[in-house]
Structure formats: C-alpha cells, structure tokens
C-alpha cells in the first residue's frame, strides 16, 4: 500500500522561504510520478508541482513558477518542494499526490493527510 507523509509546513512571514517533505513507501522509487497540490478554504484544490521520474521532468503552476522548485532524493524515498519568495496567497493546506508507473499527466491515487503552510503579510 502506498502511503504518503508531508511535514515541513508551519508559519512564515511574506518573503520567507519553508521546504515541503513528502516521504513515501510501499512503491519503487524509481519509477513513479509525484505532485504537489495545495487548497485554500473556499477554493478547489490546485495542482502547484510534479515531477515524474520517467524522464525527469518537472512542471510548475503559473502562480508559483520561479519561486517554488521541486526535487526529489530517490535514495530517501523523498520528494521535496522548496517554495521561496512566499505570498499570502501562498496559504493553504499542501498534499503530495503519488501515481506509481505513472506520470505527471495522469490521475493521482494516493494522496497524504496534508502539511498546513500559512504565509502572513
């Protein structure tokens, strides 16, 4: 069973920098897709990142594009979203989504409880 853990949330001012950790397990790491998303009360989840490990590519939402850089550390079974330059905007409750064998198009079926990321102005 795949299972999903993300820390690293907390409280930061507007500027600040935190970084998101999403440890997996029950998957290879080799092969597997992993994606970021974030939702706001109110507000429908938004994809923010992913990386897919099929080809190494990364990809970005417009809104955090250039400010938030994802990684992953395969040997950790870890996948990281360093999020930089934060904005208020920025505040929300932040999951990491798996996909194994898949890819950054495709749908996520395991999903983690969430890290709370609160960025104040």
């Known amino acids: 069973e795949v299972q999903l853990v993300e820390s690293g949330g907390g409280l930061v001012q507007a500027g600040g920098s935190l970084r998101l950790s999403c440890a997996a397990s029950g998957f290879t790491f080799d092969d597997y897709a992993i994606g970021w998303f974030r939702q706001a009360p109110g507000k429908e989840r938004e994809g923010v990142s992913c990386?897919?490990?099929?080809?190494?590519?990364?990809y970005y939402a417009d809104s955090v594009k250039g400010r938030f850089t994802i990684s992953s550390d395969n040997a950790k079974n870890t996948v990281y979203l360093q999020m930089n330059s934060l904005k208020p905007e920025d505040t929300a409750v932040y999951y990491c989504?798996?996909?194994?064998?898949?890819?950054?198009?495709?749908?996520?079926?395991?999903w983690g409880q969430g890290t709370q990321v609160t960025v104040s102005s």
């Open positions: 989504a798996a996909e194994p064998w898949g890819s950054c198009r495709s749908g996520f079926g395991s």
């Open positions: 990386i897919s490990s099929s080809d190494g590519s990364t």
